[in-house]
């Protein structure tokens, strides 16, 4: 889906993922949202995320990847994404 992102003024695209394992959000997303739908607790760059509890990057990106450990429970992430196109 494209939007227009009006804090930093440029076009992007949100990708969703649903996890229940180890990864990485994608290097560069402007935007990271991170919800623990599941009922068991899981960890975002090592620290604890309860069930119920989410996080965000939304100031300053693009971001670093950041690494999350669903295993056990759902993660949905939300990124959003620099766009180069004119779509």
Known sequence: MAKFNMYSK???????????????????????????KGSASGTVEGIT???????????????DDISYDATGTTFTIWEELDRDDDD
């Open 10 to 36: 440029r076009r992007t695209s949100l990708n969703t993922v649903t996890a229940t394992g180890a990864g990485a959000t994608t290097t560069g997303a402007v935007a990271v949202s991170i919800y623990n």
């Open 49 to 63: 995320l309860p069930a119920g509890d989410g996080l965000e990057w939304n100031v300053n990106g693009p971001y």
